[in-house]
């Protein structure tokens, strides 16, 4: 659906001016939009899922561990596909306050497509370089976008999420590397020659949500604080953008028509889309791939 189209439906949530600030840039902040109530909620099971880690020695398809995970001082990059451990975390992507924003910006019929919990680890938690996200997961067309909340007050010293306005209408970037091997980011030429001037860092508070359109070219630095920055990420489509590769993280909530209904027809956009490998074996994360830790592909 064309942005004048979903603009033309009343919103739920966001203001008009919130609207076109995400069309306009490719993506939005908003500070405080997640109360206390839910905040704590979630703190509550993730808590849970950091001690449970503790028994994890090595990565696989729900804990994605940083090189020197250990019982005593864990450190995670990621709880993949939370919504599949926990139904706090499936009621907050399914029927939370975020649902609404994911509405008044992909128009009225809305799909689920998966969900993660990054961590960045207090004490140099991982970056996440510079990429777009519909390359890991192509539909027939752009309306899809990912929905973060931030679960502590993340400032700059934490690696906020930076984003680069406008670049949602630019080109799709190669994510492979010179050996043709699938690294999840853009070439590094690419990634020099991006307008860092112009990057939007997203910071708040806890309970402030990022929201970034799929073609947006975002990332993140490592975090240098003391302090752990939880990012628990949603993403949805429009029901009639339907998705053309395998799930990188599949489990039964994905493809759930959260709002309106499924789509009797789906819409292509002209303009091709990078193709990732093919993950119908496995996947493990961005953070194994971009650092190019062997076998990283390889299915767990
Ligand atoms: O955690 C972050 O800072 C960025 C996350 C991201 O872009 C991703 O996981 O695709």
């Not at 880690?53 to 005593?72: I, M, N, Q, V, Y």
């Not at 709880?79 to 975390?89: F, M, S």
């Not at 307008?195 to 975090?223: E, F, L, Y």
Request: one cysteine or more; a negative charge.
């Amino acid at each position: 659906m064309q942005p004048e189209k979903i603009l033309s439906h009343a919103p739920k949530t966001l203001t008009q001016a919130q609207r076109e600030q995400y069309f306009r840039d490719g993506y939005l902040v908003l500070e405080g939009f997640i109360k206390q109530d839910w905040l704590e909620r979630i703190w509550d099971v993730t808590n849970g899922f950091i001690d449970e880690s503790r028994g994890w020695a090595k990565s696989d398809s729900k804990f994605d561990l940083e090189p020197g995970h250990t019982a005593e001082t864990p450190r995670l990059r990621r709880l993949t596909a939370p919504v599949n451990h926990h139904e706090t975390y499936w009621e907050f992507a399914s029927q939370g306050p975020i649902v609404d924003v994911a509405e008044d910006l992909l128009g009225p019929d809305v799909v689920f497509h998966h969900s993660k919990l990054n961590f960045k680890w207090s004490g140099g938690g991982e970056e996440v370089k510079w990429h777009q996200d519909i390359p890991f997961y192509p539909h027939t067309n752009y309306s899809v976008l990912a929905i973060g909340l931030y679960m502590n007050d993340v400032d700059d010293e934490m690696g906020p999420m930076g984003a680069i306005p406008g670049s949602q209408n630019g080109p799709i970037y190669d994510h492979y590397n010179n050996k043709d091997e699938w690294v999840g980011a853009m070439p590094d030429a690419d990634a020099a020659a991006l307008p860092m001037d112009k990057a939007g860092w997203m910071k708040g508070k806890a309970g402030t949500i990022t929201v970034h359109h799929c073609r947006t070219v975002h990332g993140s630095m490592p975090n240098m604080s003391g302090r752990m920055r939880p990012l628990l990420i949603n993403a949805y489509s429009a029901a009639d953008a339907l998705p053309i590769t395998a799930h990188p993280s599949p489990c039964p909530q994905v493809g759930a028509v959260l709002r309106g209904k499924r789509a009797r027809w789906a819409e292509f956009d002209a303009e091709p889309c990078l193709l990732p490998p093919d993950w119908s074996g496995g996947y493990t994360s961005i953070f194994a791939l971009q650092q190019e830790e062997g076998d990283a592909a390889a299915a767990e």
